[in-house]
């Protein structure tokens, strides 16, 4: 790699400043030394960031005055950014020493590469792969497959190569695509922000890739418990919304009528005996019908 390019590290902090410093730890062991970090506070409601201010006076804080969304919150570290290519790690992932570098090779070998992410392994299980690429979405039931997702990593997820979607817990982009495509649509607030992008990002005539050769270990749900209210609500309200912008009529159509009778049916069944689940899940498809309707 000729050149040495700023990246701009954008992390975006609710609650979990435990885990943003063990971030930052790894961080720390990088082979690629020209990187700033800008750390996003989401108004969070209970957490003391004097630990990072003390231990990591270069990082950038910017505190929010209220939670914007995961969207909401990159787009203040988008806005602050000063890197050729801005990477977005969620805070509670953690690093290997040459994940770096071979990202920032692959935006600069290949301008029509508009967004690359890493190979992500599950730390507690770091024999599993959580992503190694997607396919995109069927356009009628919004159905895609994770390649080797929660299977032992095998030969077959080493080879780089492009792939329909990037992973919202590590994506980097140049910061003149984001200037191209625009900046994370607010409008999803939490999940799906990646997905739309990436759709965006296709329109737009670039191209997503997975590079094997990065890998980070996410501690997933650190953030957000699985399967909480919160999450069942911006996931069930979010597909409705993705299909919405980016499908056709006689496509929205049908993903509605498919929402309907095979998706509401089965997570019903689902949830019965969890209701506040149920609810919610109710709830995120109703809001499309309702302003009044909120989790």
């Known amino acids: 790699m000729k050149s040495n390019p700023l990246v701009s590290i954008i992390v975006v902090n609710y609650n979990t400043s435990n885990e943003v410093l063990d971030l930052l730890s790894s961080l720390d062991q990088s082979a690629y030394r020209n990187y700033e970090v800008i750390l996003v506070d989401n108004a969070s409601p209970k957490d003391d960031l004097s630990l990072?201010?003390?231990?990591?006076?270069?990082?950038?804080?910017?505190?929010?005055?209220?939670?914007?969304?995961?969207?909401?919150?990159?787009?203040?570290g988008i806005d602050a950014a000063k890197g050729v290519y801005c990477l977005f790690l969620n805070p509670d992932t953690c690093v290997t020493p040459l994940f770096l570098a071979p990202m920032v090779a692959t935006l600069e070998q290949d301008p029509t590469i508009g967004l690359v992410s890493p190979k992500i392994k599950y730390y507690d299980s770091p024999d599993l792969i959580q992503y190694a690429g997607t396919s995109r979405m069927s356009k009628y039931t919004m159905r895609s497959n994770s390649y080797s997702k929660k299977k032992t990593d095998n030969p077959e997820n080493s080879t780089a190569k492009l792939t329909g979607y990037g992973?919202?817990?590590?994506?980097?982009?140049?910061?003149?695509?984001?200037?191209?495509?625009?900046?994370?649509?607010?409008?999803?607030?939490?999940?799906?922000?990646?997905?739309d992008w990436c759709e965006q990002i296709h329109k737009q005539g670039y191209q997503v890739y997975y590079q094997a050769n990065s890998v980070i270990f996410h501690k997933e749900s650190a953030s957000i418990q699985k399967e909480s209210p919160l999450k069942i609500f911006y996931l069930s309200r979010n597909r409705i919304l993705f299909a919405k912008i980016h499908y056709k009529t006689a496509q929205f159509i049908f993903y509605c009528f498919y929402t309907l009778f095979v998706l509401v049916p089965k997570h019903i069944v689902k949830y019965i005996r969890q209701p506040q689940l149920l609810k919610a899940y109710l709830k995120g498809i109703l809001s499309h019908f309702s302003s009044s309707i909120s989790i």
């Open 167 to 195: 992973h919202g817990a590590a994506m980097m982009l140049p910061k003149a695509v984001i200037d191209k495509v625009g900046k994370m649509n607010e409008a999803y607030f939490l999940y799906y922000e990646e997905i």
């Open 52 to 76: 990072i201010e003390e231990n990591y006076p270069s990082v950038r804080l910017i505190k929010s005055s209220k939670n914007l969304g995961f969207a909401g919150a990159n787009n203040l």
